[in-house]
């Protein structure tokens, strides 16, 4: 027999029981877990004895009790040391204090560490008003359990704590006994712990739950009541000295605990677990299916320490996710299949069966992955490569698998797509992933060639367009034709004529990231300018923001611009001209007949006088009214935009002849005159009087911008003959203030001028413009402002001119005794003609009346016949046709003497049927020679 039997069976005398079995006796009746009646009669004492006992306990703890007033004879100090070491070998904080007061009877040595050693539980606690909550629920059911407080530290720091305590009825006394946790870690390890976790990781506090002690002989010490509760059949085991194998071992011997994990472990080996690992954890579930976490700690004087954590609803939501994650598995588009690290199938999800197998329902958990693979490719629906077996395309899936390689195409028979992608699982298992991505590689496929199309198109498009970096204006994209335009560049920096011409273009697209026809200046290839308008948008390319831009060439347009504009002024100028010509033609047209009888009479007279004072006055009187003519002529001229008469000059004749006329004035006006001529310049081919009108005035222009000027005024004529244009050129400079810049494109604009009002009219220098460019020839500016003005005259030389001249010949005695009939609406008109012709030996009729005069041609024969072109009832035109129609001798013996050449049907007249006429005003000479030219049938004179 075992010397703890021993013990068990044999009733003691009251003076053989040690303090450490007095303090056991004590301890156990204190927690209630043993009838103080039954245990007084199992260990042969009396109540008394036994009252005596604990009171000796209560009052002094276990020294008391080798006291002999309690019964006992004195103890050496070492009967108590066993005693006082398995309770200070306690885990927990316990600690005995009476209920009335809160004294503090024991106070086991993690009680101290946490509270110090004040002599009433009330040091305790930092709230009070938590205590008496705590008292009143202790005093109202005789025990709290898991009471959370706020604790006041032996330093005096809070820290949060929780008690667990009972009240004992003991020798007349209420007295608590408390065991109480530090919460601190334990709240902190609870914030910590993830409750997504497979299993639970951290070890909750040994007090937290159910909680037990063995010394380090393995012999029970006490229990909490949760540990109790939990092993309800086998509490009343559990008493002091009770071996680990007779509660634990019991139990599980008994199946009322059944340690799932280690599996098939038993007591024996949770023990050398703990040896090995301290502390230790095995998952148990009882009877009633609660499951739960046993931990055992080893303590400092090799005592053992365990607690259970009770893990059952954890176990319940572990159930739930796993339930919930193979509804999820279940309900993916991607097809799952899970094989463990042996490559054995465990399960695959309804997608993964719809995708590829139609008898893989037949395969059964642990089949190879090998089996499974043949298995497929033998239902046909996988297309194998040229010559490959099932088995050979099994091997190389499952060679495939092992290396964990992803994006492993698999192709069907039916044209689908599938993407294998092998994944390693937390166990070491494999997880195949399948996708069907027929679509989207049809998508993309679309996609490509849809890019391909669009890339065909861009690059065939003619617009230029770019796509650059915001930043440092790096070109991304660059199709050809932007590079046929700007060359073969990479920044956008390049084609721009100066860095800030980019600043100030950024400056106004990025605000809005938006910006259209914006105008810009670029370099082409061929270092041209080119102007353009610019569009642009910004945009996200690849996490940086870019520029999208398409630029317009607007040079032509531009230019075109320009040109529309040169055509509108010109236009506008030639309109003013025509309206000018239109009113001088009204003029010239009411001031031809009076001119023609004064000219016409004027130089008649002069033949007839012979004062010579009278003379002089009727020459007078004739230059003038010649003079009148030639200016009417001249402005008939310009109306129509043609000269008058050309004949073969000398352009140095001509300005001598001007320099003649307005010399004096220059003289008086202080200007010095300069001639650099050249006199062996070629003649050209002009009217002499409308030439000499222009250079008039040109030199009168002159002389007025010298008026103004300080100092010595200088006017210089030039002539030159340039021959490689074949031109003779006349320059007039001056030295005044030139012409300012900006109105040297008007310059030559009818009516304006710059002279001041009732000085100028603006018509002199449009009306020379006119002449030269009837002439053929070019009339221009070169002007700098504050060096005077050069004016240049450019007409085209008469390289032979004695082939020019006239090598008609006229029979002047035929002309002689020839009848003239002379037709016009104006008597006064008719009687000169008449009296001009009588004294060249012509016989003359006059008739006032078209109609009248067609009736004398009928009646009479003429030679030649004289008609004006208006005449009111039948004019000039229908008078000749008539005529002619009469008789067609009439076809060259008609001329037209007129003031109306403006008329485009009157020149269309004179061309078609090569009449010849005279244009009023009359002068004797022209009139008498183009009467001898119609009477010596000789008709074509214009």
């Known amino acids: 027999m075992s010397k703890d039997t021993e013990k068990k069976t044999r009733k003691p005398s009251r003076n053989e029981h040690s303090a450490e079995e007095k303090a056991r006796l004590v301890l156990e009746a204190l927690a209630g877990k043993q009838d103080i009646a039954e245990l007084c009669r199992r260990e042969g004492i009396s109540r008394s004895t036994f009252d005596n006992w604990s009171k000796a306990f209560v009052e002094a703890g276990t020294e008391r009790l080798s006291d002999p007033d309690a019964g006992v004879p004195a103890a050496a100090n070492d009967d108590t040391e066993p005693l006082r070491s398995l309770v200070e070998a306690f885990p927990g904080n316990l600690l005995i204090s009476r209920l009335k007061d809160g004294k503090v009877l024991y106070r086991s040595p993690s009680s101290q560490v946490l509270f110090g050693n004040p002599k009433y539980t009330s040091s305790h606690w930092m709230n009070q008003h938590e205590r008496a909550r705590f008292i009143e629920r202790l005093k109202r059911d005789g025990r709290v359990d898991n009471f959370k407080m706020t604790g006041r530290s032996v330093d005096g720091t809070a820290f949060p704590t929780q008690f667990s305590s009972s009240v004992v009825d003991y020798g007349g006394e209420k007295l608590v006994l408390s065991s109480s946790i530090d919460l601190t870690e334990i709240q902190a390890m609870q914030a910590e712990s993830d409750i997504a976790n497979a299993r639970l990781r951290d070890a909750i506090n040994a007090l937290g739950e159910g909680f037990v002690l063995y010394d380090k002989d393995e012999k029970f010490v006490m229990a909490n009541e949760r540990y109790r509760e939990t092993l309800a059949p086998y509490r009343h085991v559990m008493t002091p000295g009770t071996p680990m194998s007779e509660i634990s071992g019991r139990a599980i011997r008994d199946g009322f605990i059944k340690i799932v994990t280690p599996v098939d472990g038993d007591l024996a080996g949770l023990l050398n677990d703990a040896k090995v690992n301290d502390p230790s954890q095995s998952e148990i579930q009882l009877a009633d299916g609660t499951q739960k976490i046993v931990t055992l700690s080893r303590l400092g004087d090799g005592g053992l320490a365990a607690t259970m954590t009770d893990i059952s609803d954890r176990r319940k939501v572990e159930v739930r996710a796993r339930e919930m994650m193979n509804d999820i598995i279940q309900s993916l588009d991607e097809g799952i299949s899970l094989y463990d690290s042996e490559l054995k199938f465990v399960m695959r999800n309804s997608r993964r069966y719809e995708m590829l197998s139609e008898h893989e329902d037949k395969i059964e958990v642990g089949t190879s992955l090998g089996e499974v693979t043949r298995r497929l490719a033998e239902t046909g629906k996988i297309a194998l490569n040229d010559g490959e077996t099932p088995e050979q395309w099994?091997?190389?899936?499952?060679?495939?698998?092992?290396?964990?390689?992803?994006?492993?195409?698999?192709?069907?028979?039916?044209?689908?797509?599938?993407?294998?992608?092998?994944?390693?699982?937390?166990?070491?298992?494999?997880?195949?992933?399948?996708?069907?991505?027929?679509?989207?590689?049809?998508?993309?496929?679309?996609?490509?060639?849809?890019?391909?199309?669009?890339?065909?198109?861009?690059?065939?498009?003619?617009?230029?367009?770019?796509?650059?970096?915001?930043?440092?204006?790096?070109?991304?994209?660059?199709?050809?034709?932007?590079?046929?335009?700007?060359?073969?560049?990479?920044?956008?920096?390049?084609?721009?004529?100066?860095?800030?011409?980019?600043?100030?273009?950024?400056?106004?697209?990025?605000?809005?990231?938006?910006?259209?026809?914006?105008?810009?200046?670029?370099?082409?290839?061929?270092?041209?300018?080119?102007?353009?308008?610019?569009?642009?948008?910004?945009?996200?390319?690849?996490?940086?923001?870019?520029?999208?831009?398409?630029?317009?060439?607007?040079?032509?347009?531009?230019?075109?611009?320009?040109?529309?504009?040169?055509?509108?002024?010109?236009?506008?100028?030639?309109?003013?001209?025509?309206?000018?010509?239109?009113?001088?033609?009204?003029?010239?047209?009411?001031?031809?007949?009076?001119?023609?009888?004064?000219?016409?009479?004027?130089?008649?007279?002069?033949?007839?006088?012979?004062?010579?004072?009278?003379?002089?006055?009727?020459?007078?009187?004739?230059?003038?009214?010649?003079?009148?003519?030639?200016?009417?002529?001249?402005?008939?001229?310009?109306?129509?935009?043609?000269?008058?008469?050309?004949?073969?000059?000398?352009?140095?004749?001509?300005l001598e002849t001007v320099l003649d006329v307005v010399g004096s004035g220059l003289k008086t006006a202080g200007v010095r005159i300069k001639r650099d001529l050249d006199p062996d310049i070629p003649p050209v081919a002009a009217d002499p009087d409308q030439i000499a009108q222009v250079l008039t005035n040109l030199v009168l222009n002159a002389e007025h911008a010298l008026a103004q000027k300080d100092g010595e005024s200088v006017l210089k004529l030039i002539s030159r003959y340039d021959r490689r244009s074949g031109e003779v050129v006349i320059k007039v400079r001056d030295n005044g203030a030139g012409v300012p810049k900006q109105l040297q494109p008007r310059i030559f604009e009818p009516f304006f001028t710059t002279k001041e009002a009732g000085v100028g009219t603006g018509v002199g220098l449009a009306f020379s413009h006119r002449i030269i460019s009837s002439h053929g020839g070019t009339l221009s500016l070169h002007s700098s402002p504050g060096k005077g003005a050069t004016f240049i005259v450019r007409l085209n030389a008469v390289e032979n001119a004695d082939e020019t001249g006239d090598s008609r010949t006229i029979d002047t005695c035929a002309t002689k005794n020839c009848r003239v009939l002379v037709v016009d609406d104006e008597p006064g008109v008719t009687e000169l003609v008449k009296d001009v012709l009588n004294e060249s030996g012509y016989e003359v009729e006059i008739c006032n009346d078209p109609v009248a005069a067609l009736e004398m041609l009928a009646a009479q024969r003429f030679d030649a016949v004289l008609s004006d072109m208006r005449m009111p009832g039948l004019d000039g035109r229908r008078f000749r046709e008539k005529a002619v129609a009469a008789d067609a001798q009439y076809s060259n013996r008609i001329a037209f003497v007129t003031g109306d050449t403006m008329s485009p049907e009157v020149i269309k007249l004179f061309k078609s049927t090569s009449t010849p006429y005279l244009e009023k005003p009359i002068v004797p000479s022209d009139l008498i020679r183009l009467v001898e030219q119609l009477c010596s049938g000789n008709g074509t004179l214009s």
């Not at 390693?424 to 195949?432: H, I, M, Q, S, V």
């Not at 060639?449 to 230029?464: F, G, H, R």
């Not at 809005?512 to 996200?540: E, H, N």
């Open 394 to 654: 099994s091997d190389r899936i499952v060679e495939l698998t092992k290396a964990y390689r992803r994006d492993i195409e698999i192709p069907g028979t039916d044209g689908r797509l599938y993407v294998l992608s092998v994944h390693k699982t937390e166990l070491g298992g494999y997880l195949l992933l399948f996708k069907d991505i027929t679509e989207q590689r049809r998508a993309k496929k679309a996609e490509r060639d849809a890019n391909m199309l669009l890339k065909v198109i861009v690059e065939a498009c003619p617009t230029t367009f770019l796509v650059s970096r915001v930043d440092d204006g790096e070109i991304i994209y660059y199709p050809p034709a932007s590079r046929d335009r700007f060359g073969d560049i990479e920044s956008t920096l390049e084609f721009f004529l100066k860095p800030e011409d980019r600043v100030t273009y950024l400056n106004a697209l990025l605000p809005s990231g938006s910006l259209d026809d914006y105008p810009v200046s670029f370099r082409r290839r061929d270092g041209s300018i080119m102007q353009g308008l610019t569009s642009a948008r910004v945009t996200d390319y690849k996490g940086e923001d870019v520029i999208v831009s398409s630029t317009r060439d607007i040079s032509d347009q531009l230019a075109m611009q320009a040109e529309l504009e040169r055509q509108r002024n010109k236009a506008h100028q030639n309109e003013k001209l025509s309206a000018l010509g239109e009113l001088l033609a009204g003029v010239a047209h009411e001031l031809n007949n009076p001119l023609s009888i004064v000219v016409g009479y004027s130089l008649m007279l002069q033949d007839k006088i012979n004062d010579p004072t009278q003379k002089q006055r009727i020459e007078r009187i004739g230059q003038a009214a010649e003079r009148c003519a030639k200016i009417v002529k001249m402005f008939l001229a310009m109306a129509r935009q043609g000269p008058s008469q050309i004949e073969i000059c000398s352009l140095n004749e001509i």
